[in-house]
Every structure is written in C-alpha cells, then in structure tokens.
C-alpha cells in the first residue's frame, strides 16, 4: 500500500514525490521543484493552493480505486482546480497524443496496407472524438463555471448537463490496446507495437484518474455552489 | 430465494475478515456463515453452501483453472473479489463483483445484491475462445453498422439473443465499440476494407 495514506500537510514535499504519476501532479499545478525540506502545507501557501485539494488530487493518482469527498474544498478551489484540468488537457493535446500518433504510424509501416488503412481511419477518428471531448469542456463547460465563480448567475446552462454529457473517452483506448496485443500479425514491429503499448497504458491510467477529479471533485463541488 | 443471503469469505487478513463480516452484516438479511484464510482451507473444509462467496483474488493468483472450477461454485452462486491488491478490474473481469477496501457499508450492500441478481438470471457467459460461426456472422453485420432490430430480423433471432450475442463477441474479443469490432473484422478477411 502506498504511503500516501499517512501524508499530512506536514510532511516534507519532496516525500511525496513517489512516482512518475504524483510528479506530473506537481508539474500540472504549477509547482516548481526544488522543494528543500518545506512541508506541504508551506509550499501550497507559497502558490496559494489549498492543501485539502492538494492531497485530494495526489490521492486520487496514488491510490486505486481512492473515492474523494469534496469535505472541506470551497467555491475559492476552482479556479485552481480548473487550471490543474486545463493543463492537463493542453498537454494531452499538445505532447501525448502527436507522440502516440506518431507512433502509431511508426507501428503501421510495418503492418501490411490493409490493416495499416483501417487502423489509421481508426485512431484518426478517435483523435477527433477526444479533440470534440475536450473542446467541450474547454469551450463550454470552464467557461461558464469561471463565469459562475466571478458571480454570475444568469447563465442557462448546469453543470448537470455536464454530468449528463460527459462522453467516455476511454472506451476505443482499450479496444486498441487489445487490437494491438492479440490481433496485429505478428510482423508487426515487436518495438514500436511496445512504444504504443507503453503510451496507451499511460494515458488509460491518465484518463481515469481525470474523469475521477472531472466527476467526483468538480462537479459536486460546482453544483453545491450553483 | 428465502431466508438470509449466506456468505463465505476467503480472505488471508484477520483485520480484513472482520471488518468485512461486521460491515456486511449491518445488514441483517445477510449472514456470513464460513471464513476460511486460503482456498486450501476453503475446499478442505466443509464450505457451508453458500450464496456468495467473497474471495481475495491474491489467494486464487497461484491456480490457473478456472475461478469458479476452483472453488466448485455452481453457476448460482455468486464469486465477489476483495480487492487491495496489485488488481485492476479487468484483471478481475471474472468475477461477479468487486469489493474495494474502500467501500462504505453502503456501497458493499449494493454490490452483494448486485451480484446475486445477476447470478440468479445471469445469460452465461461462453466461455469458449473462438467465435462461433453464428457469433462471426453478427459480428459481420454490426461492423456493417446494421442495428440490433436489423440483426433480429436478418438472423430471424429476439433482440434480446442478438444482445446476449454482442455481449459474448464483446466479452471473448476484449472489444466493445462498433469501429473496434469492424477492425477485428477486417483483419480477419470477413469483412472487406471496402465495405465501410
């Protein structure tokens, strides 16, 4: 069992730097390393970000199957919950699905033409699922609730339609990952049908962890203020 | 189903065992009538016929046979995970439900009654590997993008068998969308890459 069970605002920072998953935590946050032996708690107030939230988020990523309660978060944890959501989405778009696309390309030279065609047709209508996905959320979703949080009431939107629309990004993930595991001939590079394994492990684990802070953070959180 | 809903627990932590026991049994019409630490014990040991069986996937990781072979469970009994270990739940596809260690009382009844609702009107799962010739053919049909109704008539079968049909394609092929499927399809020459 990880250690993050026992973590308090006052254990050291840098402590809680146990894997790759809690380093990109940091990263999405805005927390620059170089810690020394600040607690928690201090560096959080450095970068005005509530520690409830703080260990919330590094909760959710370490332990499986971890159900947050919003508890003690406040209307004034938006704002950086939002930045935390849309620096993960900027990265997803901006770095780690190129990087998985070309390395699906890579895997497909190797393939013969016919399952190279239709797998290619495949990712790239994916790609324009999670590009549609995200630009809901980016478009529709935080706008109104920044609008929400600066006082405004007006607006017709819930975050209930939110709920009710948030599409599962995940589903045609594994249906990949299980393409490229059993049904792939088996001249397909062993090496870059490894590479595209390895990222879409990542980004599954990735995925789920989101949609967890998406569904189980944001939205209580926003609907107890509407 | 009459009386209380008898359960068993296969679960090598003391702690673990009677936090469970006691969180179940909040409930009064559930009853855990057996705790055993491993499978060993478990078929050693009369198992006090149970109606559920909670297991910890840790204590079964060493068998390869399969899960309800090992713990000679009829297909009306249901077989729940305990689930704190190395587990994701695809690795626990097997099972009819997972409890996790941090499930509130609440959560736990419902996945226990879950579990026995499925079990007692449960279509089985076919557990063989490849798809049967029937099976190929709908495939074939869904990555054509014809609908459930479209299939029912076609085959001359009740949606409810085409349904029970995909489940089964869905569950041996570990792919569940429709542009998935067309892919299995694909590769595997039923269908032509022109055809969609």
């Given amino acids: 069992m990880n250690r993050i069970h026992t973590f308090t605002a006052k254990t050291k920072m840098a402590e809680i730097i146990t894997d790759y998953s809690l380093l990109t935590i940091i990263d999405r946050l805005n927390i620059k390393l170089g810690?020394?032996?600040?607690?928690?708690?201090?560096?959080?107030?450095?970068?005005?970000?509530?520690?409830?939230?703080?260990?919330?988020?590094?909760?959710?990523?370490?332990?499986?199957?971890?159900?947050?309660?919003?508890?003690?978060?406040?209307?004034?944890?938006?704002?950086?919950?939002?930045?935390?959501?849309?620096?993960?989405?900027?990265?997803?778009?901006?770095?780690?699905?190129?990087?998985?696309?070309?390395?699906?390309?890579?895997?497909?030279?190797?393939?013969?033409?016919?399952?190279?065609?239709?797998?290619?047709?495949?990712?790239?209508?994916?790609?324009?699922?999670?590009?549609?996905?995200?630009?809901?959320e980016e478009n529709t979703v935080f706008p109104y609730i920044n609008s929400l949080v600066s006082g405004n009431k007006g607006n017709k939107f819930r975050i209930k339609d939110f709920e009710e629309n948030h599409s599962n990004i995940e589903e045609k993930l594994h249906d990949l990952k299980n393409i490229v595991i059993k049904y792939l001939p088996e001249n397909a590079s062993q090496q870059s049908r490894i590479n595209v394994l390895n990222e879409i492990f990542k980004i599954e684990n990735d995925l789920n962890k989101h949609s967890i802070i998406e569904n189980k953070i944001l939205i209580p959180l926003v609907s107890k203020y509407e | 189903m009459s009386g209380k809903v008898k359960i068993t627990i296969i679960e090598p932590s003391e702690i673990v065992v009677t936090g469970l026991k006691r969180l179940i049994e909040q409930n009064v019409s559930f009853h855990v009538v057996k705790t055993f630490c491993s499978v060993h014990e478990y078929n050693t040991m009369p198992n006090g016929n149970p109606d559920i069986i909670i297991v910890n996937p840790l204590t079964t990781a060493d068998d390869s046979s399969d899960l309800r072979s090992l713990l000679q469970a009829s297909s009306n009994t249901a077989i729940l995970a305990i689930n704190y270990g190395p587990y994701d739940e695809e690795a626990l596809r097997d099972y009819d439900g997972i409890i996790g260690i941090f499930n509130t009382h609440e959560q736990i009844e419902k996945k226990l009654s879950a579990a026995i609702k499925n079990t007692s009107d449960k279509e089985t799962y076919d557990n063989s590997n490849e798809l049967s010739t029937r099976e190929c053919e709908i495939l074939t049909a869904v990555a054509k993008g014809k609908t459930n109704k479209e299939i029912a008539d076609e085959f001359n079968l009740s949606i409810h068998t085409v349904i029970s049909h995909r489940k089964n394609i869905s569950h041996k092929l570990g792919i569940n969308s429709i542009a998935g499927l067309t892919i299995y399809a694909v590769m595997n020459k039923l269908l032509d890459v022109e055809d969609f």
Wanted: hydrophobic share 35%; net charge negative; glycine share 4%.
């Fill in chain 1, 35 to 136: 810690f020394g032996e600040a607690s928690i708690d201090e560096i959080c107030r450095r970068h005005n970000l509530s520690t409830d939230l703080f260990l919330m988020i590094c909760r959710v990523y370490a332990i499986d199957g971890f159900s947050p309660e919003i508890g003690n978060l406040t209307n004034s944890d938006i704002p950086k919950l939002i930045g935390y959501l849309q620096r993960t989405h900027k990265y997803w778009i901006e770095s780690f699905f190129p990087n998985l696309h070309t390395n699906i390309h890579t895997m497909l030279e190797s393939c013969d033409e016919r399952s190279a065609k239709i797998l290619n047709k495949f990712y790239d209508d994916y790609d324009d699922e999670v590009q549609k996905h995200l630009d809901y």
